[in-house]
């Protein structure tokens, strides 16, 4: 590991990208195949291949106990050098005791043997699992026998480097040691789920040999905002593709010889969350990799994320929950097909390939899309929005119809077009009797702001239609009903000004229609605010700040 340490310290002290790679190269070409996997997975922050599931789980504590009974630090002499350092490797480095004895049959170590010892221990199981991390970490801090090695092992067995090097450096690195197409190189990155297995085949010019690894998620692509009513300059080259923004739940859908599993954009596996979908995808998808997002529904229409919010903390809901909350995975993207990555094809091409791959059902959706006519007006884009926001969703995407899928980045290919929510805490003065189900309910409420900080005069801003849960509207039903104080039109009454709740809206404009002055665009129950007593709700002045802050950000943006 003398390599290594030293490897990892001349890229630690250079800041440019590529004398980092070239340091890299240099190191990589001199390692023997075993040890170049092992190094190559050390160096991108995890010794197992991205694909695998298990953990190391040595943690500090253990590593902490085995550096005690080698080096029998003081507690002072360890808690200064932690400090002084603020990482453990180092700390440890800093106290360790080289050995005296010149044993020439100590144990050195090499990355291979490193790897090969947290193989080991992963693959054991049993009841002594604790013990194995205790003796892998002592055996491994004992053949690392200068301060670097012991820096760099305690650095490889905690999951993190700190050397400045992403992923993609490592990529490069690979492919500049061996000669190979960096874009190579990152495609089968995606492909094989381990960097090791990567730089092998990068070694012995086999990368197009690595297929599709169905199961180890692939970065999502991300999307860069625009602003709402701007000139939409970003639109004037190429040609566009228009859809919902939804407001869910990112997924990434792997549906392999039937086997399906869905991860989250932090690439942590949810299948068990959502049965439903499961079942769906394996019974209508051909195998492929699709991406998309999952979003709560009812009578057809998408439901507030906060639905889904129940739904995401529930490991194996019942069936009872799955009525309740239905969910539906909306796919926009796909990124394979049978062994085939279509990441490089053009998204029209990949849209033709979601529909050739999955049948749409109830449960199943393929997002709907439309190309955007060149020089589509700002206002018709805005009726795309509204027309957005009325299905429920949160606004629009607007995509590229020739880009790649390009993980893990946030680029100019994707757009997306949201308004900024505002939010203001007012107290509601008003309640009507809801319709359709929510009949027997007060679900709708008229709010109001106070004049001012000392003025108690409560002047009316907006209306929203409750965007509560279903119990908290019965208990505010039975609450309004009880302190109920004048009539206030035909189905609704004027009510003790007391409960405050959070609403957010998406423009506030001057309007004639309410006392305030202001009029709220989309205005919508963030939430109820218990917390709050009404005579803390927003002022007017406080809308009227709102008001130019948006004049202003407007006028910056146009
Ligand atoms: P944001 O979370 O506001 O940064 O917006 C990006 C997110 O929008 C993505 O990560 C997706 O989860 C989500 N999203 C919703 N609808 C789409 C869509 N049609 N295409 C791509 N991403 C979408």
Redesign the pocket.
Known sequence: MIAFARACDDIAQTSAKSAKVERLRAYLGSLSEKNLLAAVRFLSGSPLAAHDDRKIAIGSRTILAAARRLYSPTDDELASAYREKGDLGEALAQVMRPPLDLDLFAETLEPATLLEMLEALVAATGASLGKRREAVTERALRASRTPREVAYVVKILLGELRIGLREGLVLDAIAAAFSADPASVRRAAMAAGDIGAVALAARAGTLDAIAVRYGAAIG????S?VVFGSSYRELATGTWLV????????VQAHVHDGDVRLFS?TQSEISRAFPEIVAALRARARDAIF???IVAMRDGIVLPFRYLQPRLQRVDPTLEVQAEIPVRF?A??VLAAGDRFLLDEPLVERRAQIVANLDATETLEI?P?RTLEPGTSPDAIAELFDAARARG??GL?L?RTDAPYVPGR?GKW?L?L?RELTTLDVVVIAVEWGHGKRRAMLSDYTFAVRRSATDPELLAIGKAYSGLTDAEIVEMTTWFQAHRTGVHGRRAFAVEPSIVIEVAFDVVQPSTLHPSGFSLRFPRIARLRPDKPASEIDTLADVESVYREMLEREGVDR
């Open positions: 999502a692509m991300l999307a905002p859809e919902d923004k939804y407001d869910g739940i990112r954009r991406d998309g997002e909306v926009f993207d997002a899309w969703n949160e995407m995509k946030r994707w997306k949201k």
